[in-house]
């Protein structure tokens, strides 16, 4: 299965989070099965998100830890980078939004993994399901996971 995480995802999954999040980036990136499929964007996004107050009082990591983890997610041996170009609007009430949607797309992903409101919109649920991309959020890619067994995970 081809996974692209978002930002709000890979925010949860930092080495010292506990959670769904965390236990779904592992799985995804342990199983020879999966394909943890990124983009210079997401990466980018996941490090300004890091700037933000509320984000580093929650995660509790510091500078070194935070490029040590962003180093984690880059390495080829954890995911595969894929470089969508322009993205056409797909995600009306945030046009900053496509970009996540791209990076799925042209990755050819299963599967976009977000906790986003705008990534559920009727209208991008359709644009993705027409390209055979379901959108999930940590919880329930985790339980699908579970459910499909150790041969899948």
């Known amino acids: 299965m081809r996974v692209v995480l978002d930002t709000n995802i890979l925010v949860r ?17 342990a199983a020879p099965a999966h394909t943890l499929v990124l983009s210079p964007f997401l ?9 933000y107050e509320r984000v580093r009082i ?21 995911s595969e ?3 969508p170009g322009a993205a056409p609007r ?17 990755g ?5 993994c977000t906790r986003n409101r705008h990534l559920k919109a009727p209208q991008v649920l359709d644009y993705c399901l027409q390209r055979g991309i379901v959108i999930a959020d940590d919880i329930d890619l ?6 499909q067994g150790p041969s899948a995970i």
């Open 108 to 112: 050819r992903a299963d599967v976009l």
């Open 13 to 29: 999954a930092n080495a010292k989070a506990s959670g769904p999040a965390r236990e779904l980036l592992l799985l995804v990136v």
């Open 58 to 78: 929650t995660s509790r990591l510091t500078d070194e830890e935070i490029v040590e983890y962003l180093g984690y997610l880059r390495a080829n041996t954890v």
């Open 142 to 147: 985790l339980m699908m996971l579970r459910r």
């Open 81 to 83: 980078m894929v470089f």
């Open 90 to 106: 797909i995600v009306p009430s945030d046009p900053d939004d496509d970009p996540v949607v791209h990076t799925a797309v042209v």
């Open 43 to 51: 990466l980018q996004e996941l490090e300004r998100v890091f700037t």
